[in-house]
C-alpha cells in the first residue's frame, strides 16, 4: 500500500486557478498510476484523472479536459491537479488514489486513497 496526502484545496473565485498536491510514501512510487477523483454533495464520486508511471500518459474525465493537468514527479513521490478556468461546478472533495498498475486501466480499482481537499468554487 501507498499513503497519500493531498493538499492545495481551498477557495476560489469562478475563472480562478488552484494547483493540488498529493504525497505519497510507503511503497514505490514509480509503481502506481496516480489519479484525482472528487465528490460533490449528494453525488457519486467521480474520475477527474490520471497518470501512467508505464508510458507517462494522461487521462481525463470529458468534464475537465482542456482545463485540468494531471502532472507527476517520481524524484519527489508527487502528483499534482493544476486547475484552471475553475467552474462552480467543479466544487467537491478531491481524492488522490493510487493504481497498482503501470498503465491506467479505468476498470482496475484505486486501491490507495487520501483523506481529501475541498475545493469551492464561488460565482
Known amino acids: 500500500q501507498v499513503q497519500l496526502v493531498e493538499s492545495g484545496g481551498g477557495l476560489v473565485q469562478a475563472g480562478g486557478s488552484l494547483r493540488l498536491s498529493c504525497a505519497a510514501s510507503?511503497?514505490?512510487?514509480?509503481?502506481?498510476?496516480m489519479g484525482w477523483f472528487r465528490q460533490a454533495p449528494g453525488k457519486a464520486r467521480e474520475f477527474v484523472a490520471a497518470?501512467?508511471?508505464?508510458?507517462?500518459?494522461?487521462y481525463y474525465a470529458d468534464s475537465v479536459k482542456g482545463r485540468f493537468t494531471i502532472s507527476r514527479d517520481n524524484a519527489k513521490n508527487t502528483v499534482y491537479l493544476q486547475m484552471n478556468s475553475l467552474k462552480p461546478e467543479d466544487t467537491a472533495v478531491y481524492y488522490c488514489?493510487?493504481?497498482?498498475?503501470?498503465?491506467?486501466?479505468?476498470?482496475?480499482?484505486?486501491?490507495?486513497w487520501g483523506q481529501g481537499t475541498q475545493v469551492t468554487v464561488s460565482s
Open positions: 497518470i501512467s508511471w508505464g508510458d507517462g500518459r494522461t
Open positions: 488514489a493510487a493504481q497498482r498498475r503501470l498503465y491506467y486501466s479505468p476498470e482496475e480499482p484505486f486501491g490507495s
Open positions: 510507503g511503497r514505490t512510487f514509480s509503481s502506481y498510476v
